[in-house]
């Protein structure tokens, strides 16, 4: 499995950006797959996941902010995400997990992932 990240970059508090992540050697419907933010210094947040039913869920950091989303053929996963702040500044990995029972959530996916990209760079500045 390979996940490689893209779209992160610079940008001021109060805008936006898309992370999509490109996902080869497996079937996107069988991860729970999401998304986790490291800051330099700071334990690893989980930010977003999505499952294979559809579910959804968010860190309270982001809810409301960052939408988390599949592309159609199940090879890419989308992290929209409106209104950043300067607190949102971290490398964000795309990760995907086999634990699609309940453990599949933002509060345990920047630990319990069996594969991660590269990471984004994400700089918002205030």
């Known amino acids: 499995v390979q996940l490689v990240e893209s779209g992160g970059g610079s940008v001021q508090a109060g805008g936006s950006l898309r992370l999509s992540c490109a996902a080869s050697?497996?079937?996107?419907?069988?991860?729970?797959m999401g998304w986790f933010r490291q800051a330099p210094g700071q334990a690893p947040e989980g930010v977003a996941t999505?499952?294979?039913?559809?579910?959804?869920t968010y860190a309270n950091s982001v809810k409301g902010r960052f939408t988390i989303s599949q592309g159609t053929a199940k090879n890419f996963l989308y992290l929209q995400m409106n209104s950043l702040k300067p607190e949102d500044t971290a490398m964000y990995y795309c990760?995907?997990?086999?634990?699609?029972?309940?453990?599949?959530?933002?509060?345990?996916?920047?630990?319990?992932?069996?594969?991660r990209g590269q990471g984004t760079q994400v700089t918002v500045s205030s």
């Open positions: 990760v995907a997990s086999t634990r699609t029972d309940n453990s599949c959530a933002a509060a345990n996916i920047g630990i319990w992932y069996s594969y």
């Open positions: 999505l499952n294979i039913d559809g579910s959804t």
């Open positions: 050697g497996y079937s996107g419907s069988s991860y729970c």
